[in-house]
Each structure stands twice: as C-alpha cells, then as structure tokens.
C-alpha cells in the first residue's frame, strides 16, 4: 500500500510530514518507508508461496538501493543479497545477512573480489565466463575449499525494457550463450574447487510484462534438462530479478501473485532450489526524493520549475529518460503545465518536459516519487554538489541513515601535488 498521502493538506511518509524532515535534515534528501520496503518483500515472497513455491531463496539485489538500514529491514524478512562487488558484499555482511545468503553476481569480479568472497564464504558465485569458473576452482582448491557456483547463461531474449537496462540478449556483454552452455557446464563441472551446482539468469530491468520472463524461464528449463541428460546434477536455478514498478498514477506491473504463479506454471518439473534476485520491485516504490522549488522561470513554451534537486541526485531521467512522477508536498488544488529542471550546468540536467504537474511556486517543497531504487545509489557530486542524504521512516520516527556528505569534505580527500 501507498504510504506516502496527504494527512490535513501535506504529504507524509507513514505518519512523519515530509516537511518536518524537510526543515530539519534540508534539501534535497531521500525518505523512504520502512513498511514499503517490508510490505514489498512479503508480497514478493507471498506471490511464491501462494502458488505453491515454498523454499525459493530471495536475494535482494542490493545495488537497487544499498543503504544500510534498508538492508537490516530487509534481513529481517529473511532476505539475502544479491551483490555486484566487494564493497557491496561487505554492507550485506555488516547488515548481519548470513553469508551463505549472499550470490555474488557481475561480469567484471576481480581475482581480489573473488578470493574476498571465498573468505567470506557466500553461498553463490554465478559465473559469467568459463575463464572466471577457472581462476575461481583453482583460487578455491588453492585454499582447500569448493566454491559453490552457478552458470549465468544469456537466453537470447529481449526483455522489451529500456536499452540500457537489458541485459539478456546476446549482443549483451552478460551471461554466457545458452548454445554454448551445455559444454561449458561439462568443462567446468569436473574442475576440482568448484561445486557447480546450476544456472542463473538476469534479462533486464522495469520488465512490464510476464511474457519475456517466461520466455526466458521456459528455455533455462530445457537447459537443465539437457544437463541433466548429459549426466550433471542440477539442484539450483536462480531466476534473477527484474520486475517492474509503476512509476506514473495508473501504470499497472505485473502483480506478485501473477508472478508466482508463472513461476510455479514454468518451474513446476525442474525439482531444483529456486533463487530470486528482486531489487526495483522491492525498493522502488518504497523512496521519494523531496526537494525544494528555487525558481519558477519563464520559458519559450512553458515555465521552467528549477529544484534544487539534479540529475546527481536522481540520475534516472537523465540515463534513461526515466519519468518520476512529481508531486508538491502541499498541494494548492491548482495544476500548471510545466517543464522540471535542476541546477546542473547541462541540458540532461531535466526530469520533465510539457507535463501537467501540481501547481508550485518558489519555495514550495515538492517530490519525485518512486525514487527508492536506482535513486541515492546513483548520486554523486556532479558539479560539486552535496552527496545526497537519505532517511528512514517507520510509523511516527525518522532517522537519517546517510549523511549529507559536503563538498568540503569531498575536498578534503583531494590532494595538490607538491610540484604545483
Ligand atoms: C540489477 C540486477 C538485478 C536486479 O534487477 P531489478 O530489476 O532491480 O530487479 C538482479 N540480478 C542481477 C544479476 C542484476 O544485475
């Protein structure tokens, strides 16, 4: 459920007014709801359950939104990690999520990432290329021990998303070419230091529509049953992650439900452990960004509506021209069509063109919704300016979980050589 609504005129998070926090942290920040985030990994698992999927493994894909205190919410739901570096592992593990929950993904690990995580023992490296398989058996058999490992393998299929965020078609630089995984799979299963142990997929991000998942689950199901035929013993899938959030008023996802159920349709014979990375669909809906109006500005067209909020903050719009619907904090009643821009010295520096928006004005504090994932994650210091803050909310209490981090200390970690 939505838990950021009007409460006497002004928008809060859960029982908190986005101005209090607003005026006491400043702007622009991230405020996210602890029940959203709860709310959304019970009905990701309940979709499962209810059709029948009893021990699937969830590993929330930590890039999405990897502060902290939202990692600790999401341990408490029995969530592991999905993660895509050292740096991201090491947070999974200070959250306190068990190691053998973590899977570590990504096409770029390093040797040093990859002895890292074999210390560490997590319970998954999902391997993109036979030559990592390699350096990990022989870092692992170097160390006396078995990395447990899966096979990401690239279906071939268009996910229908947005370019930039596809990731499972063969042009793409992840996963191996299913064509070719039958092979790879009997070359590395025999290597001593790796315990192979499955296949892994990942097709994309903000996926709108069950058919391209399914497409891809059908064809990872008659992978396993052709390694199974060629004697390997598949006792894991992992699925990935990837379902969509609706980012405008009335845009409508794919339900958990209809997930689980295609899930449980697909994999109904495969008798392997299931894993999920979810992350948008976990963490999206959870965050908005607040910011603050500095000036309304004429245009050619319509009026420019510039926040102090930039594309450093929230970089969606500007990568993928992203829409974040926007909303003030205390709305007049009154709409304006208007384009929305932040001070960044660059035309990408724009969320908004022509839209019909709640009517602002200088000063007024407003926010882009749907900010929880692939938001605060994304910031930095673009034009010197402040790494964003984030806070929590849960029922009447917020804290701020990341600081503001100024341009004074970002130039104090710089160093003028002494030639200069
Ligand atoms: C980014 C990523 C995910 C999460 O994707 P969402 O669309 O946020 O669910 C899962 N698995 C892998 C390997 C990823 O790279």
Redesign the pocket.
């Known amino acids: 459920m939505d838990r950021f609504t009007l409460k006497g005129g002004a928008l809060h998070c859960e029982d908190v007014a986005l101005q209090a926090i607003a005026r006491e942290v400043g702007t622009p920040v991230y405020v996210y709801s602890a029940k959203m985030f709860r709310e959304a990994a019970q009905a990701f698992r309940g979709g499962l359950v209810d059709a029948g999927v009893h021990d699937a493994h969830l590993a929330y894909?930590i890039?999405?939104n990897p502060n902290i205190a939202v990692l600790k919410v999401l341990a408490a739901e029995g969530f592991g990690a999905?993660v895509?570096s050292a740096g991201e592992m090491n947070r999974a593990l200070a959250a306190g999520m068990p190691a053998a929950d973590i899977v570590f993904?990504?096409v770029g690990k390093t040797r040093g990432e990859l002895i890292a995580a074999l210390d560490a023992g997590i319970g998954q490296f999902?391997l993109e290329l036979e030559e990592e398989g390699e350096v990990l058996a022989d870092l692992a058999a170097a160390r006396g021990i078995t990395a447990p490992a899966v096979l990401r393998v690239n279906p071939d299929v268009d996910a229908g998303t947005h370019a930039k965020?596809s990731?499972g078609r063969k042009e793409n630089k992840f996963g191996i070419p299913i064509s070719e995984a039958v092979a790879m799979y009997a070359r590395l299963a025999g290597r001593p230091g790796l315990d192979l142990k499955g296949v892994a997929i990942?097709i994309?991000?903000?996926l709108s529509d069950l058919a391209p998942l399914e497409a891809a689950y059908v064809r990872v199901g008659e992978l396993v049953a052709e390694l199974r035929a060629a004697g390997h013993t598949i006792a894991r899938v992992d699925l990935?992650?990837?379902?969509g959030v609706p980012y405008k008023v009335g845009e409508v996802m794919p339900s958990a439900a209809a997930f689980g159920q295609m899930v449980a349709r697909v994999t109904k014979e495969w008798g392997v452990t299931l894993m999920f990375?979810?992350?948008?669909?976990i963490a999206g809906s959870a965050g908005v960004l607040v910011t603050e109006v500095v000036w309304v500005k004429p245009g050619a067209v319509n009026p420019y509506i510039i926040v102090d909020a930039a594309m450093n903050d929230l970089a969606r719009p500007a990568l993928y021209d992203a829409w974040h619907d926007f909303q003030a904090v205390v709305p007049t009643g009154n709409r304006m069509i208007a384009n929305i821009a932040g001070p960044v010295c660059e035309t990408g520096d724009t969320f908004a063109m022509g839209r019909e928006i709640d009517e602002v004005a200088s000063g007024d504090l407003a926010v882009f919704r749907t900010a929880g994932?692939y938001g605060a994650t994304m910031a930095s210091t673009y034009n010197s300016r402040s790494l964003v803050p984030e806070v929590l909310v849960e029922d009447g209490r917020y804290a701020v979980v990341a600081d503001r981090i100024t341009p004074e200390t970002i130039l104090a970690a710089e160093r003028v050589p002494d030639w200069l």
């Open positions: 894909a890039k999405a999905d895509v993904s990504g999902n965020i990731t990942h994309g991000s903000q990935g992650g990837g379902l990375e979810p992350g948008r669909r994932a």
